[in-house]
């Protein structure tokens, strides 16, 4: 920049196309003086300051407007020179801003604060498929008994069962296990409100143990995972409550219209984050189609020895509301 303004100033500081020009005329403007005085005779010698004043005025007064107007001309030249550089530096400054403000607006990186911020709300958002890992880690405390009724009645083993053999595969034992009952099953299909809600791990251990139910607490903790990763969380979510009416129809086995109360799930962004998924992503819809399966059959079973009131606790679970999610974008409850 300083190099290019030097050479721009160069022609300001030395001689140009006017001093020529000047110098030109005034060399002119000498000769006609000289040839005027040396052609035009003498007069009667005598001196009149008059003629003598007018002469040096005729002689001098075009010189001094000739370099007047170099002059001018130089000086006419040196300003156009600088409103040229001072245009070319607002343009300058002008594409710079325009510049970085667009890159400012283009950016797709957020600020420090903005990231940070993100950050601690997916953190937040998340804890509820945290929540549901966590129960699959060893080292929790010790179980808490709930007392109740069986959830699910187990069927009797066949006489000729119990004549088999028995082989040690290295599998856990549940025949002597107790059956689950209706509060631990419904706090395992709600599962644990945070870390230290011990009677919620409790209830999960033990329904993970249960070969009737292990399937569903699975494939439900698969889908909540699934639907955590498009920000999709059933504490969001409030359903519309269907009468336990409507759910002891759906686990008989009736569809269409007799249950049309348990599609009662109005988040238009859900549903149509879940329905779009369902088309794109193979490994959501089977995992949802599997939860679908397990849910239906673990319900019937459920719903034979329950009563309204415990209805109503399992459908207000975090697993019966993906339930019905799923089912109306799944198209199960037509």
Known sequence: MRSAQGAASEPARGFGSA????????????LLVGSFFLLVPGGDGGFDPIIFVMTLFAIFMPVALIWIGVSAAKSS???REESARLTAAVDALRSSYVSSASGERTDPRASAVERKLEELVTAQRNAEAALSRIASRAGLAAE???????ALSRPEPAPEAEAQPAFDL???????????????????LNFPENEKDKAGFAALRKALRDP????????AQDVLTLLSEDGIYMDDLSPAPARPAVWRKFGQGRRGEEIAGMDGVRDRSCLALTSGRMRADPIFRDAVHHFLRKFDQTFAAFSETASDTEI?????????????LLGKVSGTFD
């Open 19 to 30: 001093e020529f020009i000047g110098i030109g005329l005034t060399l002119l403007w000498g």
């Open 77 to 79: 030249k040196i300003m």
């Open 144 to 150: 808490v008994p709930l007392p109740g009724k069986p």
């Open 170 to 188: 290295g599998t856990p034992a549940v025949t002597g296990a107790a059956p689950i009952s209706v509060e631990e099953f419904t706090r395992a």
């Open 212 to 219: 009737t139910i292990s399937g569903l607490v699975h494939s």
């Open 312 to 324: 109503i606790a399992v459908s207000e679970t975090r697993t019966a509301r993906a339930f019905m």
